[in-house]
């Protein structure tokens, strides 16, 4: 299974999405690949967020291998699940996919946590860190349905 988390710039709740799942399912011994991407390519290249990062580390996740990408259209030829942070990334998200297959591989991360709700991961960028806090408390929680039922 190869899942993709996407934000805006890549930088802060993707990352994190992704390091929280990965993290999640190697200690579930389940064979999944995640990986994150963002909708814009204004921070490829770069490292997370330094507040990211430290959130993580502080839930005993190194993220520091992470870099920022954009999302391309061959994600979806490549991953089985896209999720998204919020409405915005759904709507640029899908407007990446060629057809039926691939949009229905799209959903909103928190309808794992709180189906059918469409709540959106805030974007902690411009707060502080308490915001990167409860960002990673949203996605913990979304990351363990995701896990439960992988596990079958």
Do not use: W
Not at 5 to 12: F, T
Not at 28 to 33: F, I
């Amino acid at each position: 299974m190869k899942i993709l988390m996407v934000c805006l710039g890549n930088i802060c709740r993707s990352p994190l999405a992704e390091g929280i799942l990965q993290h999640k399912a190697n200690e579930a011994e389940l064979n999944v690949t995640v990986d994150s991407a963002g909708t814009i390519a204004l921070h490829e290249g770069e490292l997370p967020d330094s507040r990211s990062i430290t959130t993580a580390h502080e839930h005993g996740i190194d993220i520091t291998n992470q870099r920022s990408r954009p999302l391309k259209k061959e994600d979806f030829d490549t991953f089985d699940r896209i999720y998204v942070m919020d409405a915005s990334n759904y709507t640029d998200v899908l407007g990446l996919a060629k057809d039926e297959d691939q949009r229905a591989k799209v959903k909103m991360i928190l309808n794992e946590s709180y189906p059918g709700e469409n709540r959106r991961v805030p974007d902690p960028y411009y707060g502080g860190d308490e915001g990167f806090e409860n960002v990673y408390q949203l996605l913990d929680k979304a990351c363990s349905v995701i896990v439960d039922n992988l596990k079958g």
